[in-house]
């Protein structure tokens, strides 16, 4: 399984490699090409048009008189924007963590020929199903101090139950965890189950002889050789924990005060609803800086390390 | 782990055995709970849901609201429910997710066994899009659309969804096929078959399980779709999600949650269909024993 | 180091029985080898026997445990694959190393026995490359590397050396040969290499199509197989079977060929024929015995020449095969490269029937024991 | 010709009315494409606007109020309805400050459909009597009402916690200083009153209000805080006329059931909020007539009158027949037309009237942070709300 | 059909040279084996041979055509992988007609086909069964199928036999050998099988480290290694290579052994020697030409008997390996199993040096050439 006999070939192309022009050999580059002009015009044509927004004093539609650095010096002297960049931290990581331990643990589970794979399966996926528009509401039913979970303990004789995370500043952020997982943690269980689904037999027989325990042969054998899953599920995560929106809108829509915003929010809100899309760009801008700085180091060892597998 | 032989168990197994079946039945319950608010919600009247508490049952079953979701809701000046919205919605969902899922599967079937020059920093490049605030693009992509001429159709807003969709669905496929043997690649080579013949008969059939992730993941992104939907489609071809959103919306005399819950669980259900038939798929993978060492 | 009891094991997979009843049972401490043509079983077996794979009836008995459900981490086995099965995602140090540390050996002591296992299957250099950066041969020894770094009760090897250069594969053989002198523990081997079956072996079980045809030492497999198809199947290359029939002569019987010219030769157990005279048997002889006459045998008891017809001749180096034929069969001879045969006629060979041996035509079975 | 129409008029009330414009125009021969997208007042639908126009293809009309009229009146995407506003009389049948707001550049761009009166307190007169509190039409007394409903057991103000409902409180309390402090505040954006003693204490009053309200506020919906009010639990709360239609659908009575007063302090002034389609250019010659003629009866007094009687709003046009609505709308009507000679009529800075949408954001996030913040005092949020404003003008 | 042509191609992994420069050229339809220690880069020249990996340097040409850079589909190869590659979606049958179905060779052909290439490899009752539920042997019989199903230009077999029981490998060493005879397709062949090599080469190129140490007919290779690794390494067991002296006697050269007594061997070239009189070589012997005294070769011209010490006996069926020592050196003797060598005790043998090479102790290169 000499995975890098293809890489390192092309890696290596002498430089006497002659011209070719048969099709057969195209056919790799052209099966991409749309894809690639696909994403130079819609990914990176607009991230740099985004750009040159925030450079610019753009209110309600895009203007272009050049005002410099001021958006970025007014976006990091506004403290709401501080407050959403702080919430990304604690809702991303959390979320992220806590879906991925989820997911592999259901996974694993769901993977020990359990009876009603099908059915459980199902129920575990279904909340990436309902819009949030709607469960927003049954989970701030359910969040609500006064008449959701709390409300049930109390009447099943919890009587010193308080959950009010809801509606306390500093605990509101954990609410939008709950629910995030509620809703990702399903997707993630599903992606590892395809991913046991391929592993080698043999692999797992040698382990077994070896000596690991069924816990073991998960953690040291079959799950690194998941690792490109993690990758998947990784991307996967961070986008959606970037780019929750719906859920901060259909659950708090920012409250209490703005103390459960995100950026995804707050760019929206002030590129469409207050008509300041300049300041929308230059936090699209650092949302997008945050990412990067996050991820490029990631996907370099990635696709690096991945070569000698 | 299935192929681990099934034996005689001791106590200690069955223990075990019966653990895991409380933990993953457990976490069901966990999961199913704001479903099940939402479904005896959406069968109480509205004067129960004042009173009642969220998981009381209700006094009688009353299908009421799900008719009126269905079919006499208002959203907008329109009252015909939610039915004529999914037309809309599979109109834009099929051939996104298919036209997406195959080049995906195209190109995670370039990057990990057809690599070129570039390749690999194209995935990466790509991979760092996906990042990028879907917020941001609405105004350039309307303007792009504009010029294309497919501005507040059906087809541009395929387009955006395969366009932002194909990232994800390329990642899929390029981590899962990592894993496929490059010798497999090879023989088919020497055997004289071409990057299509190789793709189809050799690499299609052994990616079923991902194929599965990748149409539940792309069609439950493109079917709630919210924000897309808005913004580029035309008075006509609204989706689901933006008549679902106009239904709930309704503030004026009363909300009525039960209309709202029943709407929310029909939108949903083609996706539910989708995983549930697509989860059959969800078979072991075929690699195993093809190749030594 | 334990006994090895398999009792009436039956593998089925669906329909098709893999195993159909097999029974073996060895000492502790002794060194079972499996052969047999491919696909067998021998896999199969050895699956069951670590627990791989549930058997569909019959007991496993290791020790006095009866191991039949036992999980297999629990039988304390080791073996190497024949698909190798090596971790991908780990280097070749710790593919070797994860058994140990399993079993909670400290790690300077894993490290040691890493290197000491390395150096022995010569792949040191290797460690840090993960398994699809080797070759098959290096590929194989690292699955060995794997089983022999650990202590375990018992060892299964797998054709363990099938992709070795023949230098390294003798190398190797030896090395597990001083390893199972001084451990002393129990080995089941499969292999197709009949040099290591016949070196390796305490004892070598012979099997076909599921079911285990003989049991014994490397020389009762040798010299008296129990029926044609094991006398057929050891030996490379292999035991010839001559047509010939039974005649009666001065009150013993022995056995007329149709070499060029009819032969006769005589049989070390003359009276095992009585029963067939007249009737066609099959006399086994292996190729080492027809050679070219050799000038201080002759005229010694069993021992006879005659001229057979040459077809081809196949030059292996020591030796060269002559091949031959007598009736319907083909005869192989042995012979020195410089013995004149030339295809298409016939020459002198000479026929030491010491060890000669004779088989029912109808049913393949031993007629003289 | 066609008109698409672009609105979050989805409601049921709204949706109703809406659908009476849709037949006029049906009669009129034209084809009415509704395109409506609900939600966040206006949020989604100011989106759809944005990425229509700048795909060149924006609708006929579009439901767009207050300033952002003339913000896009000032990208040229505006049409001109001057003749039709002529042979309709408009600037006669309209107000000042209505028709002031249609236009553009001295051109009438925009057709109202209605006005609401924000200043309103909702009151469950049952509740009072319990308590033995009367309605205060001070805040001094509001407080002493609230402490007797609370000690009665009963939650003394229905809030929302979003932050246009806390803006709502907010500016009814700030209006109670006086509709030249509100003015010069929200409209005139003067630093020296935003940072002034009268503002300060603006705040201590709305700080003090969070007292009131029930710990469930945060995040709840302005109709179910309404539906407090109509279930008993709630004794009163501050919010514009659409609440009516939540009372009307409960099958309440004005005047038994519910009370409706000015906010505490505003009686005699008027906080409104327009409502209002404006018209966009479009290239289809048909299309043009129908939209002329979609302006043309919206001001019809039909429309107006059963626009507003189901919104619960009052008609933009005046001398209107009134022996339809109800005692509420009365009250409103007769405050609209007598503070309108007075300056004590001033736009809803909260619903978007008075300031331009980035400034009223900044309001709103000081605003919304300083009454669910413990911390936070009236001075600092001050000074906040001073800098905010600069910093977004 | 073609010739091969391999004009100093290099590969390198990264900073790692696998192949240094390898220059092989063979005739259209002949029959190249490699041979070489695990990992000394056979499969990576298969490789790069089938177009699969792209060599670092060098030019590859089949016939005429370079075909450096073209596609492996363009290339004509079929070829059969060491980790074998089925593709495991696909029952036996359709590997074996996938490559067909390229070619598109109509249905029926392939059906055929596929039934002649069963047949021959024993695997017609698998047809139906996907490669996981295969044995080893199986699955590389099917691999073998797949490549001979075809009529390529050339075909590249890299170790095929390998999981093969003696049996079966003989038939399917035999049926290569008829089908090349047949199609007189050229073929490169790797083994670690010394009677595949043998038997089956018309050339041998006998690898190390990525570098061809020699290229030649089979009989050469055996006979005439060009140095200490070629001679070392075929043949099995091993050629003896024994310290010796280089003597002058009669006026010719000769080597002086030190076995239990000094004892003087003639040597076919003694002129070569000369340059070495005095010093000590190594001398080539193969273990075949070390035997019990045979009567009727005693006195003949380059045979000398000489007692040595015994050390080990090994018996191997046919013959018995007397492991005996020179010097620091190990000498393997090949005898009659009834010689009765004992372990410890020294013994007679006979030493026939006619085919008896010399090397070089330092650089391991041959001086009698
Ligand atoms: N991807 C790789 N990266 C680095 N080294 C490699 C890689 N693949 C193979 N090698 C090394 O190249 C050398 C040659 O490998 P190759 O597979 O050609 O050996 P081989 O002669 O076929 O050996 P064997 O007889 O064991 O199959 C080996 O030493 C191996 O470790
Ligand atoms: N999963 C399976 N389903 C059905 N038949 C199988 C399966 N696995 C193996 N077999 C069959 O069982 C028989 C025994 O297989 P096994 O692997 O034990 O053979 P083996 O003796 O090891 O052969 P080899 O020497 O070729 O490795 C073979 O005929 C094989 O085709
Ligand atoms: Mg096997
Ligand atoms: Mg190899």
Same mark, same amino acid.
């Given at each position: 399984?000499?995975?890098?006999?293809?890489?390192?070939?092309?890696?290596?192309?002498?430089?006497?490699?002659?011209?070719?022009?048969?099709?057969?050999?195209?056919?790799?580059?052209?099966?991409?090409?749309?894809?690639?002009?696909?994403?130079?015009?819609?990914?990176?044509?607009?991230?740099?048009w985004t750009a040159v927004l925030s450079f610019t004093n753009s209110r309600m539609l895009p203007t272009y008189k050049f005002v410099g650095f001021d958006q970025y010096e007014r976006l990091f002297?506004?403290?709401?924007?501080?407050?959403?960049?702080?919430?990304?931290?604690?809702?991303?990581?959390?979320?992220?963590?806590?879906?991925?331990?989820?997911?592999?643990?259901?996974?694993?589970?769901?993977?020990?020929?359990?009876?009603?794979?099908?059915?459980?399966?199902?129920?575990?996926?279904?909340?990436?199903?309902?819009?949030?528009?709607?469960?927003?509401?049954?989970?701030?039913?359910l969040l609500n101090p006064t008449n959701g979970i709390e409300k049930m303990m109390i009447e099943l004789g919890f009587e010193d139950f308080r959950f009010n995370w809801l509606s306390d500043p500093?605990?509101?952020?954990?609410?939008?965890?709950?629910?995030?997982?509620?809703?990702?943690?399903?997707?993630?269980?599903?992606?590892?189950?395809?991913?046991?689904?391929?592993?080698?037999?043999?692999?797992?027989?040698?382990?077994?002889?070896?000596?690991?325990?069924?816990?073991?042969?998960?953690?040291?054998?079959?799950?690194?050789?998941?690792?490109?899953?993690?990758?998947?599920?990784?991307?996967?995560?961070?986008?959606?924990?970037?780019?929750?929106?719906?859920?901060?809108?259909?659950?708090?829509?920012?409250?209490?005060?703005?103390?459960?915003?995100?950026?995804?929010?707050?760019?929206?809100?002030?590129?469409?609803?207050?008509?300041?899309?300049?300041?929308?760009?230059?936090?699209?801008?650092?949302?997008?800086?945050?990412?990067?700085?996050?991820?490029?180091?990631?996907?370099?060892?990635?696709?690096?390390?991945?070569?000698?597998? | 782990?299935?192929?681990?032989?099934?034996?005689?168990?001791?106590?200690?197994?069955?223990?075990?055995?019966?653990?895991?079946?409380?933990?993953?039945?457990?976490?069901?319950?966990?999961?199913?709970?704001?479903?099940?608010?939402?479904?005896?919600?959406?069968?109480?009247?509205?004067?129960?849901?004042?009173?009642?508490?969220?998981?009381?049952?209700?006094?009688?079953?009353?299908?009421?609201?799900?008719?009126?979701?269905?079919?006499?809701?208002?959203? #907008?000046?329109?009252?015909? #429910?939610?039915?004529?919205?999914?037309?809309?919605?599979?109109?834009?969902?099929?051939?996104?997710?298919?036209?997406?899922?195959?080049? #995906?599967?195209?190109?995670?079937?370039?990057?990990?066994?057809?690599?070129?020059?570039?390749?690999?920093?194209?995935?990466?490049?790509?991979?760092?899009?996906?990042?990028?605030?879907?917020?941001?693009?609405?105004?350039?992509?309307?303007?792009?659309?504009?010029?294309?001429?497919?501005?507040?159709?059906?087809?541009?807003?395929?387009?955006?969804?395969?366009?932002?969709?194909?990232?994800?669905?390329?990642?899929?496929?390029?981590?899962?096929?990592?894993?496929?043997?490059?010798?497999?690649?090879?023989?088919?080579?020497?055997?004289?078959?071409?990057?299509?013949?190789?793709?189809?008969?050799?690499?299609?059939?052994?990616?079923?399980?991902?194929?599965?992730?990748?149409?539940?993941?792309?069609?439950?992104?493109?079917?709630?779709?919210?924000?897309?939907?808005?913004?580029?489609?035309?008075?006509?071809?609204?989706?689901?999600?933006?008549?679902?959103?106009?239904?709930?919306?309704?503030?004026?005399? #009363?909300?009525?949650?039960?209309?709202?819950?029943?709407?929310?669980?029909?939108?949903?259900?083609?996706?539910?269909?989708?995983?549930?038939?697509?989860?059959?798929?969800?078979?072991?993978?075929?690699?195993?024993?093809?190749?030594?060492? | 180091?334990?006994?090895?009891?398999?009792?009436?094991?039956?593998?089925?997979?669906?329909?098709?029985?893999?195993?159909?009843?097999?029974?073996?049972?060895?000492?502790?401490?002794?060194?079972?080898?499996?052969?047999?043509?491919?696909?067998?079983?021998?896999?199969?077996?050895?699956?069951?026997?670590?627990?791989?794979?549930?058997?569909?009836?019959?007991?496993?008995?290791?020790?006095?445990?009866?191991?039949?459900?036992?999980?297999?981490?629990?039988?304390?086995?080791?073996?190497?694959?024949?698909?190798?099965?090596?971790?991908?995602?780990? +280097?070749?140090?710790?593919?070797?190393?994860?058994?140990?540390?399993?079993?909670?050996?400290?790690?300077?002591?894993?490290?040691?026995?890493?290197?000491?296992?390395?150096?022995?299957?010569?792949?040191?250099?290797?460690?840090?490359?993960?398994?699809?950066?080797?070759?098959?041969?290096?590929?194989?020894?690292?699955?060995?590397?794997?089983?022999?770094?650990?202590?375990?009760?018992?060892?299964?090897?797998?054709?363990?050396?099938?992709?070795?250069?023949?230098?390294?594969?003798?190398?190797?053989?030896?090395?597990?040969?001083?390893?199972?002198?001084?451990?002393?523990?129990?080995?089941?081997?499969?292999?197709?290499?009949?040099?290591?079956?016949? +070196?390796?072996?305490?004892?070598?079980?012979?099997?076909?199509?599921?079911?285990?045809?003989?049991?014994?030492?490397?020389?009762?497999?040798?010299?008296?197989?129990?029926?044609?198809?094991?006398?057929?199947?050891?030996?490379?290359?292999?035991?010839?079977?001559?047509?010939?029939?039974?005649?009666?002569?001065?009150?013993?019987?022995?056995?007329?060929?149709?070499?060029?010219?009819?032969?006769?030769?005589?049989?070390?157990?003359?009276?095992?024929?009585?029963?067939?005279?007249?009737?066609?048997?099959?006399?086994?002889?292996?190729?080492?015995?027809?050679?070219?006459?050799?000038?201080?045998?002759?005229?010694?008891?069993?021992?006879? +020449?005659?001229?057979?017809?040459?077809?081809?001749?196949?030059?292996?180096?020591?030796?060269?095969?002559?091949?031959?034929?007598?009736?319907?069969?083909?005869?192989?001879?042995?012979?020195?490269?410089?013995?004149?045969?030339?295809?298409?006629?016939?020459?002198?060979?000479?026929?030491? +029937?010491?060890?000669?041996?004779?088989?029912?035509?109808?049913?393949?079975?031993?007629?003289?024991? | 010709?066609?008109?698409?129409?672009?609105?979050?008029?989805?409601?049921?009330?709204?949706?109703?009315?809406?659908?009476?414009?849709?037949?006029?125009?049906?009669?009129?021969?034209?084809?009415?494409?509704?395109?409506?997208?609900?939600?966040?007042?206006?949020?989604?639908?100011?989106?759809?606007?944005?990425?229509?126009?700048?795909?060149?293809?924006?609708?006929?009309?579009?439901?767009?109020?207050?300033?952002?009229?003339?913000?896009?009146?000032?990208?040229?995407?505006?049409?001109?309805?001057?003749?039709?506003?002529?042979?309709?009389?408009?600037?006669?049948?309209?107000?000042?400050?209505?028709?002031?707001?249609?236009?553009?550049?001295?051109?009438?761009?925009?057709?109202?459909?209605?006005?609401?009166?924000? *200043?309103?307190?909702?009151?469950?007169?049952?509740?009072?009597?319990?308590?033995?509190?009367?309605?205060?039409?001070?805040?001094?007394?509001?407080?002493?009402?609230?402490?007797?409903?609370?000690?009665?057991?009963?939650?003394?103000?229905?809030?929302?916690?979003?932050?246009?409902?806390?803006?709502?409180?907010?500016?009814?309390?700030?209006?109670?200083?006086?509709?030249?402090?509100?003015?010069?505040?929200?409209?005139?954006?003067?630093?020296?009153?935003?940072?002034?003693?009268?503002?300060?204490?603006?705040?201590?009053?709305?700080?003090?209000?969070?007292?009131?309200?029930?710990?469930?506020?945060?995040?709840?919906?302005? *109709?179910?805080?309404?539906?407090?009010?109509?279930?008993?639990? &709630?004794?009163?709360?501050?919010?514009?006329?659409?609440?009516?239609?939540?009372?009307?659908?409960?099958?309440?009575?004005?005047?038994? /059931?519910?009370?409706?007063?000015?906010?505490?302090?505003?009686?005699?002034?008027?906080?409104?909020?327009?409502?209002?389609?404006?018209?966009?250019?479009? /290239? /289809?010659?048909?299309?043009?007539?129908? =939209? =002329?003629?979609?302006?043309?009866?919206?001001?019809?007094?039909?429309? =107006?009158?059963?626009?507003?009687?189901?919104?619960?709003?009052?008609?933009?046009?005046? *001398?209107?027949?009134?022996?339809?609505?109800?005692?509420? &709308?009365?009250?409103?009507?007769?405050?609209?037309?007598?503070?309108?000679?007075?300056? /004590?009529?001033?736009?809803?800075?909260?619903?978007g009237m008075a300031v331009s949408s980035m400034v009223q954001g900044a309001i709103y996030d000081v605003v919304t942070n300083f009454y669910n913040s413990d911390s936070m005092t009236a001075e600092?949020?001050?000074?906040?709300?001073?800098?905010?404003?600069?910093?977004?003008?």
């Open positions: 399984m000499n995975k890098n006999a293809a890489n390192a070939g092309s890696g290596a192309t002498p430089a006497g490699r002659p011209a070719r022009l048969s099709l057969a050999d195209w056919m790799p580059k052209i099966v991409m090409a749309p894809t690639v002009i696909a994403a130079i015009v819609c990914i990176y044509g607009y991230m740099i002297m506004n403290d709401r924007w501080m407050v959403a960049l702080s919430n990304l931290g604690i809702f991303g990581g959390l979320f992220i963590l806590i879906c991925l331990f989820l997911g592999v643990m259901l996974a694993i589970f769901l993977d020990q020929k359990i009876r009603a794979e099908g059915a459980i399966r199902t129920i575990y996926l279904y909340p990436m199903a309902i819009s949030f528009i709607v469960t927003g509401t049954a989970w701030k039913w500093d605990m509101v952020v954990y609410c939008l965890v709950i629910a995030a997982v509620w809703q990702a943690s399903g997707f993630v269980m599903a992606l590892f189950l395809a991913g046991l689904r391929g592993v080698d037999s043999e692999m797992i027989k040698a382990a077994q002889l070896d000596g690991a325990s069924t816990i073991t042969t998960y953690r040291r054998i079959i799950l690194p050789s998941l690792k490109p899953v993690f990758f998947s599920a990784l991307v996967i995560l961070s986008h959606i924990a970037i780019k929750s929106f719906d859920l901060v809108a259909a659950l708090t829509n920012g409250g209490p005060g703005y103390s459960s915003d995100l950026p995804a929010n707050f760019m929206y809100a002030h590129a469409f609803t207050r008509s300041q899309i300049g300041l929308g760009a230059a936090s699209a801008m650092v949302m997008l800086g945050c990412v990067l700085a996050i991820l490029i180091p990631y996907l370099y060892s990635e696709l690096r390390g991945e070569r000698h597998e | 782990m299935s192929n681990v032989a099934k034996r005689q168990t001791s106590t200690l197994d069955k223990v075990l055995r019966i653990a895991l079946y409380v933990c993953l039945f457990g976490m069901a319950a966990v999961y199913l709970a704001p479903f099940l608010v939402m479904l005896l919600t959406s069968l109480k009247d509205v004067e129960e849901i004042r009173s009642g508490t969220l998981l009381s049952l209700p006094s009688s079953l009353n299908f009421d609201a799900w008719s009126k979701a269905w079919s006499g809701a208002c959203t #907008g000046s329109q009252c015909e #429910g939610m039915a004529p919205y999914f037309f809309n919605s599979f109109q834009i969902v099929i051939p996104a997710v298919a036209i997406s899922t195959l080049l #995906g599967a195209l190109n995670g079937y370039v990057i990990s066994h057809w690599k070129f020059k570039g390749s690999d920093v194209f995935f990466a490049a790509l991979l760092v899009g996906c990042f990028i605030p879907f917020q941001v693009i609405l105004l350039p992509m309307a303007r792009t659309l504009g010029w294309l001429g497919i501005a507040n159709t059906t087809t541009g807003l395929v387009m955006v969804h395969v366009v932002y969709g194909v990232a994800f669905t390329t990642l899929f496929f390029r981590n899962f096929y990592q894993s496929i043997p490059v010798e497999l690649v090879k023989a088919a080579r020497l055997d004289g078959a071409g990057f299509f013949t190789i793709f189809y008969r050799i690499i299609l059939p052994v990616s079923t399980p991902i194929i599965v992730v990748t149409v539940i993941w792309q069609f439950t992104q493109i079917w709630n779709d919210f924000l897309f939907g808005v913004a580029f489609s035309g008075f006509d071809t609204q989706p689901v999600t933006v008549a679902l959103n106009n239904l709930v919306n309704t503030s004026f005399g #009363g909300k009525e949650y039960n209309v709202d819950m029943a709407a929310a669980i029909i939108a949903a259900l083609p996706t539910l269909v989708v995983y549930i038939l697509a989860g059959k798929y969800f078979v072991r993978g075929l690699t195993a024993g093809a190749v030594k060492g | 180091m334990a006994s090895l009891t398999i009792d009436n094991v039956k593998k089925r997979y669906g329909q098709t029985e893999i195993l159909k009843g097999i029974n073996i049972s060895i000492e502790a401490g002794e060194f079972l080898i499996l052969v047999g043509p491919s696909g067998c079983g021998k896999s199969t077996l050895m699956n069951s026997i670590a627990g791989l794979e549930d058997v569909s009836e019959g007991r496993i008995l290791i020790g006095d445990n009866d191991v039949t459900y036992a999980s297999p981490k629990d039988r304390d086995i080791a073996m190497v694959f024949q698909s190798y099965a090596l971790y991908p995602n780990m +280097t070749v140090a710790e593919n070797i190393s994860f058994g140990l540390e399993m079993r909670k050996v400290p790690k300077e002591e894993r490290e040691a026995e890493v290197e000491r296992v390395a150096e022995m299957l010569q792949i040191g250099h290797l460690l840090k490359r993960k398994p699809a950066q080797l070759s098959g041969g290096q590929r194989q020894r690292v699955a060995m590397g794997r089983a022999l770094a650990r202590r375990p009760k018992m060892y299964l090897f797998d054709e363990p050396l099938s992709n070795l250069d023949a230098k390294l594969r003798v190398e190797m053989r030896t090395e597990i040969k001083k390893l199972h002198q001084k451990l002393g523990t129990t080995i089941v081997y499969v292999t197709h290499d009949q040099i290591e079956a016949m +070196t390796l072996a305490d004892r070598i079980a012979v099997m076909k199509d599921g079911e285990v045809q003989q049991l014994g030492t490397p020389q009762e497999i040798y010299d008296n197989p129990t029926n044609l198809f094991v006398a057929g199947f050891m030996g490379s290359p292999a035991m010839n079977f001559i047509p010939a029939k039974v005649v009666e002569q001065n009150g013993s019987y022995a056995l007329e060929l149709q070499a060029a010219t009819p032969t006769v030769v005589p049989f070390p157990k003359p009276d095992s024929l009585k029963a067939h005279v007249g009737k066609e048997i099959l006399l086994g002889l292996r190729p080492e015995m027809i050679t070219e006459p050799q000038p201080h045998k002759e005229g010694k008891e069993f021992v006879v +020449t005659a001229d057979i017809d040459v077809e081809v001749t196949e030059p292996m180096g020591a030796d060269t095969m002559v091949l031959t034929r007598i009736q319907s069969a083909e005869v192989n001879c042995r012979c020195n490269p410089a013995y004149p045969a030339r295809a298409g006629e016939a020459i002198a060979m000479m026929f030491d +029937t010491s060890k000669a041996v004779a088989f029912d035509k109808d049913n393949g079975q031993r007629i003289d024991n | 010709g066609e008109v698409e129409v672009l609105h979050w008029w989805t409601s049921g009330g709204e949706a109703k009315s809406i659908n009476v414009l849709k037949e006029l125009m049906t009669e009129q021969g034209h084809t009415w494409k509704d395109f409506a997208v609900a939600g966040g007042g206006g949020e989604s639908a100011m989106t759809v606007l944005k990425s229509r126009a700048i795909a060149g293809n924006p609708p006929a009309a579009a439901q767009i109020k207050g300033p952002t009229i003339q913000e896009w009146g000032d990208l040229g995407f505006l049409t001109n309805l001057d003749a039709v506003a002529e042979k309709g009389q408009w600037d006669v049948v309209l107000p000042q400050v209505v028709s002031d707001v249609m236009k553009y550049d001295g051109h009438y761009v925009a057709a109202p459909v209605n006005v609401h009166r924000v *200043n309103w307190l909702w009151a469950n007169p049952e509740i009072f009597k319990k308590a033995g509190a009367s309605i205060p039409s001070t805040w001094e007394q509001f407080f002493e009402a609230a402490d007797k409903i609370k000690a009665a057991g009963f939650t003394p103000l229905a809030h929302g916690g979003q932050a246009w409902q806390d803006a709502t409180l907010f500016e009814a309390i700030a209006l109670a200083k006086g509709s030249q402090f509100y003015s010069a505040a929200f409209v005139g954006l003067d630093d020296a009153t935003l940072r002034g003693a009268d503002m300060i204490d603006v705040f201590k009053t709305f700080k003090k209000t969070r007292e009131y309200v029930d710990p469930g506020f945060s995040g709840r919906d302005w *109709n179910i805080a309404t539906s407090m009010v109509i279930n008993g639990d &709630a004794a009163m709360q501050i919010m514009g006329d659409w609440a009516k239609g939540e009372f009307t659908a409960a099958g309440k009575k004005a005047g038994i /059931d519910y009370v409706c007063y000015a906010a505490p302090g505003t009686s005699g002034q008027f906080t409104f909020n327009i409502d209002s389609l404006a018209m966009f250019q479009v /290239d /289809d010659e048909s299309a043009q007539g129908a =939209q =002329q003629d979609l302006a043309k009866l919206m001001l019809e007094p039909t429309f =107006q009158e059963t626009f507003n009687l189901n919104k619960g709003s009052i008609p933009a046009r005046l *001398n209107m027949p009134r022996d339809k609505f109800d005692t509420c &709308a009365h009250a409103s009507m007769d405050a609209f037309l007598a503070s309108s000679t007075t300056g /004590d009529l001033v736009p809803s800075m909260a619903h600092e949020a001050v000074d906040r709300l001073a800098r905010a404003v600069k910093a977004s003008m």
